[in-house]
């Protein structure tokens, strides 16, 4: 007869408690395009190179680098994300985003936690979500 034994390890994160993801590189075809575009969000460039751009905005950073090669039609990085404070900041940047004429992804949307989000493209067709969630700020 099979015996099956559950064993539990309890996991020790590596990343000290103060540990945060605070920076994104992503690999671009449309450096200028997606300059203007991130800085449009608030993205201050702090670095350019004919090939390289380094933003940064609230401690947190984005590198764009400028590639020639083709990407395959499904990428491993599904969209990068904004937080936002209130489910009327999600809401003020939709309008932002629409009266910008942005490629809009996904119209607002609640989800049953109270979270509230909605995405654009970028001019190289990366997805970015603008996201209220209620436990990150306090709230849930």
Same mark, same amino acid.
């Given at each position: 007869?099979?015996? /099956?034994?559950?064993?539990?390890?309890?996991?020790?994160?590596?990343?000290?408690?103060?540990?945060?993801?605070?920076?994104?590189?992503?690999?671009?075809?449309?450096? !200028?395009?997606?300059?203007?575009? /991130?800085?449009?969000?608030?993205?201050?460039?702090?670095?350019?190179?004919?090939? /390289?751009?380094?933003?940064?905005?609230? #401690? !947190?950073?984005?590198?764009?680098?400028?590639?020639?090669?083709?990407?395959?039609?499904?990428?491993?990085?599904?969209?990068?994300?904004?937080?936002?404070?209130?489910?009327?900041?999600?809401?003020?940047?939709?309008?932002?985003?629409?009266?910008?004429?942005?490629?809009?992804?996904?119209?607002?949307?609640?989800? #049953?936690?109270?979270?509230?989000?909605?995405?654009?493209?970028?001019?190289?067709?990366?997805?970015?979500?603008?996201?209220?969630?209620?436990?990150?700020? #306090?709230?849930?």
């Amino acid at each position: 007869s099979n015996h /099956y034994f559950l064993i539990t390890i309890r996991l020790v994160p590596m990343l000290p408690k103060n540990a945060s993801l605070k920076h994104i590189a992503l690999a671009v075809h449309k450096l !200028d395009e997606c300059e203007k575009f /991130y800085n449009l969000l608030g993205m201050r460039t702090e670095l350019k190179t004919t090939d /390289y751009i380094y933003l940064t905005n609230n #401690g !947190d950073s984005l590198s764009l680098h400028k590639v020639a090669h083709t990407f395959a039609s499904n990428q491993r990085l599904e969209h990068i994300g904004f937080a936002v404070d209130s489910i009327a900041a999600v809401d003020q940047l939709y309008q932002d985003a629409t009266s910008h004429y942005l490629t809009i992804a996904s119209t607002p949307k609640t989800f #049953g936690n109270g979270t509230r989000s909605f995405s654009v493209f970028d001019p190289d067709g990366i997805e970015v979500e603008f996201t209220y969630h209620p436990p990150m700020w #306090g709230a849930g």
